[in-house]
Every structure is written in C-alpha cells, then in structure tokens.
DNA sequence: CCGACCTGTGAAAATGGTGTGAACGCAGGC
DNA sequence: GCCTGCGTTCACACCATTTTCACAGGTCGG
C-alpha cells in the first residue's frame, strides 16, 4: 500500500553546487537527507536508517576503494549509488562487482541522480518483502505487520484489516495528532469525501477492541476540531500527563484550541 | 559463492555486433543466454525464468514505453535493463521511475553491461540457493522438494506442480500470513490480475488433499480480506476451546450483553 | 445558557470477500 | 483424433466487513 514511502538519502560530497541543488529537488520531494563530506563509519550510517547513499570516492581519497567494499558488506541492505567525474570502464566494473548499485558520471542531472537512487531503493524493498516492517511496541501493545494483527498480554485483538491499517498508522505516528483526511488519506488510499464518518466508527471500533484486551490504558486521544493522537497512557495518570505538557503543547495552529485542553483538564 | 550462480539473461536488441560479443563474454562467464529480436510477450519471458533482460527499445518501436510498462507492472523480480544509443535525461528518468532498474547508453562496454546487469540481480537471489534442498515437516505433514510432493502418514497427497509450489510456499514461512498477491507472485512468478481467483481455487484443492490425508489436522487458516497463513493445529484443539467457553460464555462485562448471551443459551 | 457544530454510538443497509461446484480450454499421451 | 489431467474462469451462495444514517452527548463561541 503505501510502499511510497519517503527515501532517506545520505550523500557524501563536497560539490556544493551539485549537493545543493540536489538537496532542493529532494526535499521538494518529501526525501530526507543526510550530508556528509568525508567517509562515515558504518555503524554511523546504521543510526541514520538510511535507504541509500549517494558517494563521491573522490572525496574520500586513497582508501576509497575500501572504504566502498567495507560498506557494501556490511551494509546489505543499504544501497550504494557511486557519483563521480571521470571514471573508467574497469573502475566501474571493478565498482559494481564490488557491491555497488549503480555508478553515474558527474556532471549529471540532479533528477537523473534521484530517478537512480529510487530504482536502487525500490529494487532492494522488493527482494526482501518477507522481512515486512519490524513489530512495535505500545504501552502493553504489540502491532505486527507479519501477521496484519495487534496483540496485548499475548492475545489478539481480532482486527480487520482496515482496523489493523488504522491502528498500525496510529502506532507508527505516536505522539503526533493525525488529521481525519490524513488518516483517511493514508488508510484508505484516496481523498476523503466531505462529511465521511468513516474514520470516526473505526477509531471506535478501536476503542472498544483495545478497551477489552488492555483495558488498564489509553491509547486513542481525540483532538477537538482535528483529529486523533495515539499516545499509550496507564490509567489514571491522564490528568498529570496533561497538565504537565501543557507548556510544551501549544502545537496546533487551529483556532484558540490550547485554552480548551486547559480548561476541560481543569474542570 | 552466492554471487557466483549463474544468471539467465534475455537479450532484446538487433545490433548483432553487440550482442555477439556479449554473448561470447556472457557465456565465458557461464550465464545462460535467451535472445530475440523484437518484444517478447511477459508469459514468455516468465517461462523462460530470467533474472534479467537487457533491452534496446529501438528494437520494439513506438510501443516500446508500453511494453516497458508492462514488464516492470507484470514481472516485479525480473531486472530490467534497457541499453540504447542516444537518451535525454527526462527519457532516462520516466524509464527508471517506470520501474526500470538500469539505464545504459550505447556504445557501452560489454563488461560494463554485464556488471549492470550482475549488480540489479545481485540483491534478490541471496540465500535462495539453500531454501530449497531440505525437506520440511509440519504436523503429520512432509514436504519434499526433491520430490514436488508432500506425504502425510507416508501417503503421497497426489499434489500437481502448482499445488506443491504452493504448499511448499505456505509450509516454508509457516506460522506468517501471506497476501494472495505475494502468493501469487512467488507461486506462478508474475502479478496478480486484479479479481483472479487461481489462489483460492488451489488453496480449496490443498485443503481437500490435506482432510483427506491427515483429517485431524487444521493446516491452512484464512484471514479475511488479507490472505491465508499455514499453521498446523489439531483438530481437536478447535472443538474443546468452542465447547469450553461456551458454558462459560460471559466473557466480557460490557454493556447488557451477558444477559443476551444467557437468555439466547439458555433456551 | 443557547445555538451551532463536532464527536460517540448503535444498528440497518450496502458492499465486497470467500467457499464451492462446475464448465471451459489447453496440452500431452494413447 | 480422442481421452485425460491440469489450470483457469465463471456463477452463485453465504457471510464478514464496511459504510451509512439517525440520534445522543459534548464542546465551543457568543
């Protein structure tokens, strides 16, 4: 379903034209970027999660060779688009025999670059389909793609696929308030149509599901006038918890909607 | 090890020179070569089970962005490489972001092309290789690749080629829910035509050879509107769980359903 | 406190997915 | 050519899910 989603890119370049143009087009694109202008050790490019890198050897220097091989075996899953000016045949088979993914020749087109960058990453999704999307966890929640099922204390809680979808959309966006049209958006795959409910009767449903099987938290907060939140919370401790973020909170930009919150705990 | 397996490579172009050379370095190097001189229609290209075609769309015409379209959409495991003299960028970028995973401009090395085409099929085919030799149990279940069958109590279940790859599909990622899509794909190696029901079909033939073997056992479970998941379970085990929480019943104290629940058992 | 609007809720109605039997078409063997 | 086994397609019945609707309850701005 949602297989469109956002590619993190780490580029490794000192080219400030071609990195800054590059980085425009990409944002405008919902991409993430990391930059970088030296060599960044394996474990470092393990934090940022990234789908792909985009490398200048040159920049690396001598141990580029290397430090490309290093890369690609211990990052199998990371995909590896070489950018270089001048390059031989024999460099870009030794490259690519190496491990890399692709291997494009400076000056090029910033779309040609990302157009390349997305086939790597689109191509490696595909092979490993199995693997899906790690579990989360929530509270005493547990949401598992591999099985399109929620579990708490072992138990399933019996959802249908739209339901797991909404929750796992939920769970995956924790903390954050999710307008109804995103939600639909993202759930149901098209625009919502005005006055739609749907979303509404599904959160429900949620509730009432997640309510039977951990009953001692919340995990759904509805947002006056916006949306829901999904934010595990023990029983009880609601209050404080609101209270306390009060401060932080004033995040949405409706209305005058912070005195609401501020007043409904208060009462 | 795993990068040396051989790849079927198919050959769409009518530049002889190329192609002879290619050929020549192709098999030196112990892939398998398929070539044509015009668009080869997918269920062909299916049966002849490539890892990769090498495509000049010169080849094929004014249908040649359709046809290009239709592979990707139809064979998601088949890498597709087009090479071809002459390219815009924005030819470049609508064919990657088609689907195309390698885009090479002519006159190109022919051991460039080779590693091209290594590096697109490199990913995909790890660890396959092994998967397949090992017989697998499960239950009173036991299939055998060796053989394309699966016997039960030492009876053969008389399964025809698709209903084992399908079992043996199923049996190897046992305990996982898979998608009829996903089945598809992996089980008959192209796309799912939207409203075929081939899945189902043979997932009835599997269960009527499975009861009629081993009818004690509850080997394929169907979760609605998402796929089916294999997981051996004893019959028994179904019945007692009904009967036992059936005296039982009031489950949950919501709303006045017990009384519901009661009245409608007691009568 | 009122009226307007938003959200929660239960149940009916519509939609759509699945099980099933059977007909069809195709290829390989006799 | 005819028979047979296999894979595909179709139609229908049944039922789970989803959508819709009406109303109740809550929230907000005056």
Same mark, same amino acid.
């Given at each position: 379903? !949602?297989?469109?989603?956002?590619?993190?890119?780490?580029?490794?370049?000192?080219?400030?034209?071609?990195?800054?143009?590059?980085?425009?087009?990409?944002?405008?694109?919902?991409?993430?970027?990391?930059?970088?202008?030296?060599?960044?050790?394996?474990?470092?490019?393990?934090?940022?999660?990234? !789908?792909?890198?985009?490398?200048?050897? %040159?920049?690396?220097?001598?141990?580029?060779?290397?430090?490309?091989?290093?890369?690609?075996?211990?990052?199998?899953?990371?995909?590896?688009?070489?950018?270089?000016?001048?390059?031989?045949?024999?460099?870009?088979?030794?490259?690519?025999?190496?491990?890399?993914?692709?291997?494009?020749?400076?000056?090029?087109?910033?779309?040609?670059?990302?157009?390349?960058?997305?086939?790597?990453?689109? @191509?490696?999704?595909?092979?490993?389909?199995?693997?899906?999307?790690?579990?989360?966890?929530?509270?005493?929640?547990?949401?598992?793609?591999?099985?399109?099922?929620?579990?708490?204390?072992? =138990?399933?809680?019996?959802?249908?696929?739209?339901?797991?979808?909404?929750?796992?959309?939920?769970?995956?966006?924790?903390?954050?308030?999710?307008?109804?049209?995103?939600?639909?958006?993202?759930?149901?795959?098209?625009?919502?149509?005005?006055?739609? @409910?749907?979303?509404?009767?599904?959160?429900?449903?949620?509730?009432?599901?997640?309510?039977?099987?951990?009953?001692?938290?919340?995990?759904?907060?509805?947002?006056?006038?916006?949306?829901?939140?999904?934010?595990?919370?023990? %029983?009880?401790?609601?209050?404080?918890?609101?209270?306390?973020?009060?401060? !932080?909170?004033? =995040?949405?930009?409706?209305?005058?909607?912070?005195?609401?919150?501020?007043?409904?705990?208060?009462?």
């Amino acid at each position: 379903m !949602n297989s469109q989603q956002t590619i993190r890119l780490g580029v490794i370049d000192t080219d400030s034209g071609f990195v800054t143009v590059l980085a425009k087009r990409a944002e405008a694109a919902g991409w993430q970027l990391r930059q970088a202008t030296g060599a960044v050790p394996a474990p470092e490019l393990v934090a940022m999660k990234l !789908n792909a890198v985009l490398i200048d050897p %040159a920049v690396i220097g001598d141990e580029a060779w290397e430090y490309l091989d290093r890369i690609c075996g211990e990052l199998p899953d990371l995909g590896v688009v070489v950018c270089t000016s001048r390059s031989t045949v024999a460099q870009r088979v030794r490259g690519l025999r190496l491990g890399i993914d692709d291997w494009i020749t400076k000056p090029c087109h910033p779309e040609e670059a990302m157009a390349r960058v997305e086939a790597v990453t689109r @191509r490696r999704r595909r092979g490993r389909s199995e693997a899906e999307a790690g579990p989360l966890t929530a509270g005493e929640l547990e949401v598992r793609p591999d099985q399109f099922q929620a579990f708490a204390a072992g =138990e399933s809680l019996d959802l249908t696929r739209r339901e797991f979808e909404l929750l796992h959309l939920l769970a995956d966006s924790e903390g954050q308030v999710l307008e109804r049209e995103t939600i639909y958006q993202r759930v149901w795959g098209y625009a919502m149509a005005h006055g739609d @409910r749907s979303v509404d009767v599904f959160i429900r449903k949620l509730r009432q599901k997640l309510e039977k099987r951990s009953p001692s938290w919340a995990y759904i907060h509805t947002h006056f006038g916006v949306g829901y939140r999904f934010d595990p919370e023990p %029983a009880g401790i609601v209050k404080e918890e609101i209270r306390a973020a009060d401060p !932080n909170a004033p =995040e949405f930009t409706d209305r005058s909607q912070q005195l609401h919150d501020e007043v409904t705990v208060g009462s």
